[in-house]
């Protein structure tokens, strides 16, 4: 048991699959895993842990923003043993060729956060993923005739921003889409010495002004969890 988390020690897979959403896990953990158990209720972060095509899996929602999402990341790693732990989030999208649907395989990130930047005085320390888990996701996704980006994104403490200038100005340096928690992943995965990757379904588009309900969010990406699930099990 950890301060967020009431599962018992070897609950939760070494392999872990990170939505913002819980009930992203759920849909997850009911759609396309085995013999699924929850494990976790505290504040209705649902985690499972089950089966994908015979290798051992958990999923286990973060929450929004990198607060929240850097908690339940700590005390996987820390308290429970996770080794590779890969994001599947939301993002919108700043790129007109990038479109609604499109899956983002996250290569680095840049952020706004100072979470990170109060632990590098004077330093800017680079977010990235692991080349592994990247080069994997990546074969995956192409074997599934996925139309798959690769490249920076923004990992932004702001969803509802004013500047949405500085936003397009990292865009015209080739930043792909914006979201919330990667960033964080990617520090604390370097901090730790464990792997982290994160895939994102493009859920609004901030050029064409294009969304998905809440529901789709939801339910519907599937093409990212199951790259996810394959990157990690295969
Ligand atoms: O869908 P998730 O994984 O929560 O990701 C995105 O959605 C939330 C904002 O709506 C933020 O957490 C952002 O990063
Ligand atoms: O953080 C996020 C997530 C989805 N869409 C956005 O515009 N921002």
Do not use: W
């Not at 085995?34 to 929602?61: F, I, K, P, W």
């Not at 840049?110 to 888990?133: C, K, M, V, W």
């Not at 200038?165 to 979201?179: N, P, T, Y």
Request: aromatic letters at 8%; one cysteine or more; proline letters at 2%.
């Amino acid at each position: 048991m950890s301060f967020h988390i009431e599962a018992k020690a070897g609950e939760i897979a070494e392999s872990i699959l990170l939505p913002g959403d819980p009930l992203r896990a759920k849909y997850i953990a009911e759609t396309f895993l085995e013999d699924a158990v929850c494990y976790n209720h505290v504040r209705g972060m649902l985690g499972y842990t089950g089966t994908y095509r015979g290798s051992r899996v958990s999923v286990q929602g973060t929450g929004m923003g990198m607060p929240s999402a850097s908690i339940y990341i700590h005390e996987l790693i820390n308290s429970y043993g996770a080794k590779n732990l890969v994001r599947i989030g939301t993002c919108g999208a700043i790129q007109a060729d990038v479109k609604i649907r499109d899956v983002i395989i996250a290569q680095a990130a840049a952020t706004d956060s100072a979470i990170i930047r109060n632990s590098f005085p004077g330093y800017d320390f680079p977010q990235i993923g692991n080349f592994e888990l990247i080069k994997k996701a990546y074969e995956v996704g192409k074997a599934k005739g996925l139309n798959l980006h690769v490249g920076n994104v923004l990992s932004s403490d702001i969803f509802y921003s004013d500047d949405n200038a500085s936003v397009f100005k990292l865009g015209q340096h080739g930043v792909l889409a914006v979201e919330m928690e990667t960033a964080g992943l990617y520090y604390l995965a370097a901090k730790f010495g464990v792997s982290g990757l994160s895939l994102l379904t493009v859920s609004d588009h901030l050029v064409t002004g294009e969304q998905t309900t809440a529901l789709e969010r939801q339910t519907t990406f599937n093409d990212m969890i199951e790259v996810a699930l394959d990157t990690v099990t295969r």
